[in-house]
């Protein structure tokens, strides 16, 4: 009989905590942190090559995300899984949540989806990294400490030979002000071109988390996105950490 279950027992569950002790002023969040595909799944009709490519993952966004935990003293929550498996920053009923074309790679493993598939992912994959982050923040709230939600993104420098011109950039939708604040930081004291709602914007779907997360709740955010081919190193990433914190918390006591 055929189960619906998506992990395997001896596989970790989807929720990895960095941090989670830390007191710091942030709550961090990664949802495409890994590219690693459950075993029952194969490798949903990808081969090596395509599943290190930014369909399966946000290259350097986990280790980007760990330094600036450890940078600020606080924690963060990443997602284990791949995104191909379920995109944790849409809708379980979007059509990005389990894309079967990635950006020209057919995703077999997606195709034909059931409505218990999809329920049981959502179970394994999507439920436990929202509740964690759910968790996290409302005891936060609880406990009246000034804090803000940072998600934690890399974007690749073109998309069908378009070049992207931004080195990094800050997403926010109806609550812009610590944003604001990154971007006129980075103009500021760096020689960066820094995207405003720029290289996505909400139009493009791309703020589920920060607005079910952090919109909701009146609480400060920012999604930060990094081109991944400055990513590519621990000398790069730790470069980026050190900017990247330094804003974080001048922007946050300003």
């Not at 963060?76 to 059509?95: E, F, K």
């Not at 030979?161 to 006129?184: D, E, M, T, V």
């Not at 996505?200 to 999604?223: C, F, G, K, N, W």
Request: charge should be neutral; include cysteine.
């Amino acid at each position: 009989m055929r189960t619906t279950a998506v992990l395997a027992a001896d596989e970790p569950q989807a929720v990895e905590w960095l941090n989670p002790k830390g007191t710091g002023p942030f709550v961090f969040g990664c949802e495409h942190a890994s590219n690693r595909i459950p075993t029952r799944l194969g490798t949903m009709g990808l081969d090596a090559t395509e599943l290190a490519r930014h369909i399966a993952w946000d290259i350097g966004a986990r280790r980007l995300t760990e330094l600036l935990a450890l940078r600020t003293d606080s924690p963060a929550i990443l997602q284990r899984y791949s995104r191909l498996v379920n995109d944790c920053n849409r809708t379980v009923g979007h059509p990005g949540a389990f894309v079967t074309d990635a950006d020209g790679s057919c995703v077999t493993g997606n195709l034909g989806l059931t409505d218990a598939d999809r329920a049981a992912r959502e179970r394994e994959i999507y439920r436990p990294f929202h509740d964690a982050l759910t968790g996290t923040i409302e005891r936060r709230q609880q406990s009246a400490e000034r804090f803000a939600f940072i998600a934690v993104h890399s974007f690749n420098k073109s998309v069908r030979s378009i070049a992207r011109p931004w080195h990094i950039g800050f997403i926010y939708n109806q609550q812009p002000a610590l944003s604001k604040r990154l971007i006129s930081w980075f103009r500021e004291r760096t020689d960066f071109v820094v995207g405003d709602n720029e290289p996505y914007s909400p139009l493009h779907a791309v703020d589920h988390t920060i607005r079910v997360q952090a919109e909701v709740r009146s609480i400060p955010y920012s999604m930060i996105e990094v081109r991944n081919d400055l990513l590519r190193s621990e000398s790069e990433i730790a470069g980026w950490a050190d900017l990247i914190a330094a804003a974080l918390l001048d922007a946050h006591t300003s």
